[in-house]
């Protein structure tokens, strides 16, 4: 299961793509909100029983303060993705320094500034190592954006002859 952790419920519609990638390849989730500022307790308890739980992989979508990446993988041995949101009032900088700057030892992989998606794929990499069902449809997911692609070079080039 993967574990999708928001610190407030501000940020559930920046995140609304990535759940519509988890069901749409029919993956089992959860999505809480819990604040590493404030209930911290709270959240570090949430974090030590996730894999006990039945989770694999923590997703932690972070703006402003973005300690919740940091402060999960700080109690727990499970993948930790951060998600920098560019709900701040510098688009999402100050939370991806503060995700990509872990100290030794506190590893938060980060995806690209508010690219929930990428979230939901690095998790599914992870996963695709013991699940051979999601390595098949990683599998089909990269074809299918092959085949997108050439469609849409079918359509420029025909574009590029009416020029």
Do not use: C
């Amino acid at each position: 299961m993967i574990s999708l952790v928001i610190g407030s419920y501000n940020d559930y519609e920046a995140i609304i793509p990535a759940i519509k990638e988890l069901k749409k390849f029919n993956l089992k989730f959860e999505l809480v909100v819990s604040s590493a500022h404030r209930n911290t307790e709270e959240t570090i308890e949430w974090a030590k029983k996730a894999e006990s739980r039945g989770t694999e992989v923590i997703i932690a979508f972070a703006g402003l303060a973005a300690h919740l990446p940091g402060v999960l993988a700080a109690v727990t041995t499970l993948p930790v993705i951060g998600v920098p949101l560019t709900n701040s009032p510098v688009s999402g900088m100050d939370s991806m320094f503060s995700i990509v700057q872990m100290p030794s030892g506190v590893p938060v992989a980060t995806v690209g500034l508010g690219n929930v998606k990428n979230a939901i794929y690095l998790a599914m990499r992870i996963l695709s190592i013991k699940y051979p069902d999601i390595k098949s449809k990683l599998l089909k997911a990269s074809e299918d954006m092959k085949k997108n692609i050439r469609e849409q070079n079918k359509v420029l080039q025909e574009k590029l002859k009416d020029l």
